[in-house]
Antibody, heavy 121, light 106 residues
Framework: EVQLVESGGGLVQPGGSLRLSCAAS????????MGWVRQAPGKGLEWVSS????????YSADSVKGRVTISRDNSKDTLYLQINRLRAGDTAIYYC??????????????WGQGILVTVSS | SYELTQPLSVSVALGQTARITCGGS??????VHWYQQKPGQAPVLVIY???SRPSGIPERFSGSNSGNTATLTVSRAQAGDEADYYC?????????FGGGTKLTVL
């Protein structure tokens, strides 16, 4: 059974930094790209960043580019998201998700339960 | 950047058919995927690659994609289908989500 468990969220002051983690199990982690998707309170889904299975290729949304770093430790089956210079607009539930498909068919077939990040003074 | 347009809300009578659209420029040339999200829960993939269903998703859920519009169809709608639905594509190395549609089952 595929499981994705996020951790590392919480209350952070504006301008601060945070590193989210996602522990994966139930599949061969290194074989699949992974991503982070967030959802601000009462809003829709917003893709944040994705990383290839090897970690060699990363992609991020323009809205967070330069402030986020996605990475993975395949020896620990863990995905990370470092977010710097946090601002109120980053307040959201952050979901870790496993990629399904291949090539131009890119979707997320499994999602974690999400972790809340609140940016406030 | 590529944009996907969904209606804010769709209503359907219990047992009838609901259709949720997702508009995008020449979206028919892309693979479209659909997610269902119920309040307080993580999204669940219900349709991938335009019209394929993951295991465990009822046959009542189907999808199509042509021209500038992709459509998620929910047949014989049940109360448990009431949720937010999001379409999604991959474009220029980015994941793009539609704004979401709230499906209400009357």
């Amino acid at each position: 059974e595929v499981q994705l468990v996020e951790s590392g969220g919480g209350l952070v002051q504006p301008g601060g930094s945070l590193r989210l983690s996602c522990a994966a199990s139930g599949f061969t982690f290194t074989s699949f790209a992974m991503g982070w998707v967030r959802q601000a309170p009462g809003k829709g889904l917003e893709w944040v960043s994705s990383i290839s299975g090897s970690g060699a290729n990363t992609y991020s949304a323009d809205s967070v580019k330069g402030r986020v770093t996605i990475s993975r430790d395949n020896s620990k089956d863990t995905l990370y998201l470092q977010i710097n210079r946090l601002r109120a607009g980053d307040t959201a539930i952050y979901y870790c998700a496993k990629r399904g498909g291949s090539g131009h068919s890119y979707y997320f077939d499994y999602w974690g339960q999400g972790i809340l990040v609140t940016v406030s003074s | 950047s590529y944009e996907l347009t969904q209606p804010l809300s769709v209503s359907v009578a219990l047992g009838q058919t609901a259709r949720i659209t997702c508009g995008g420029s020449n979206i028919g040339s892309k693979n479209v995927h659909w997610y269902q999200q119920k309040p307080g829960q993580a999204p669940v993939l219900v349709i991938y690659r335009d019209g394929s269903r993951p295991s465990g998703i009822p046959e009542r859920f189907s999808g199509s994609n042509s021209g500038n519009t992709a459509t998620l169809t929910v047949s014989r709608a049940q109360a448990g289908d009431e949720a937010d639905y999001y379409c999604q594509v991959w474009d220029s190395n980015t994941v793009v989500f539609g704004g979401g549609t709230k499906l209400t089952v009357l």
